[in-house]
T-cell receptor, first 116, second 113 residues
């Protein structure tokens, strides 16, 4: 059983297009995250949602819009894609609410986005 | 705010030899420390973590790490590596009330047969 799943696994698209990446977790967790891993393997958090409420919004262009229809899903929509958006995007989830005792984050397999 | 430094971007090691992957962090508050492993074309998997208590923590696959507060380090070690340990290893830190993980730039461990 997949704990944190992402679709699609690979996404190749042209500059200027709009695309979405979906994330689902079946762990019953309250908090979900999006991370970006660039070509140099550097990982940086983009967003965090707790029970459908936005908690973290790092310095990310507003072309990126996360959407959480329920606490098991956190989708990432990207408008007007640019070359620099090419990266691997990881979804993660953790139990419990923000500010509570440590909760391990479980990562999805990643979505490799290539913008041509 | 926290930061993590992994000075070694690549570490080649002969099979069955010991390895140490270095991690130093910077923070104005107390932190939790983590090592994650990323196998080729896969997501991240937690290897081990330091939350409190004993400074020597053991993780999966025979890895261990030691928290050294005075040196602000959390180096990862394994006494004898295997081919299957070939992967990217990330050190990460978070504040005690902050679930945001700050990652280092990663160390690629390559095992030489």
């Amino acid at each position: 059983d997949t704990a944190v799943s992402q679709t699609p696994k690979y996404l190749v698209t042209q500059m200027g297009n709009d695309k979405s990446i979906k994330c689902e977790q079946n762990l019953g967790h309250d908090t979900m995250y999006w991370y970006k891993q660039d070509s140099k393997k550097f990982l940086k958090i983009m967003f965090s949602y707790n029970n459908k409420e936005l908690i973290i919004n790092e310095t990310v262009p507003n072309r990126f819009s996360p959407k959480s229809p329920d606490k098991a899903h956190l989708n990432l929509h990207i408008n007007s894609l640019e070359l620099g958006d090419s990266a691997v995007y990881f979804c993660a989830s953790s139990q419990g609410g923000w500010g509570q005792k440590y909760n391990e984050q479980f990562f999805g397999p990643g979505t490799r986005l290539t913008v041509l | 705010a926290q930061s993590v430094t992994q000075l070694d971007s690549q570490v080649p090691v002969f099979e069955e030899a010991p390895v140490e992957l270095r991690c130093n962090y910077s923070s104005s508050v107390s932190v939790y420390l983590f090592w994650y492993v990323q196998y080729p074309n896969q997501g991240l998997q937690l290897l081990l973590k330091y939350l409190s208590g004993s400074t020597l923590v053991k993780g999966i696959n025979g890895f261990e790490a030691e928290f050294n507060k005075s040196q602000t380090s959390f180096h990862l070690r394994k006494p004898s590596v295997h081919i299957s340990d070939t992967a990217e290893y990330f050190c990460a830190v978070s504040g005690l009330l902050d679930e945001k993980l700050t990652f280092g730039t990663g160390t690629r461990l390559t095992i030489i047969p």
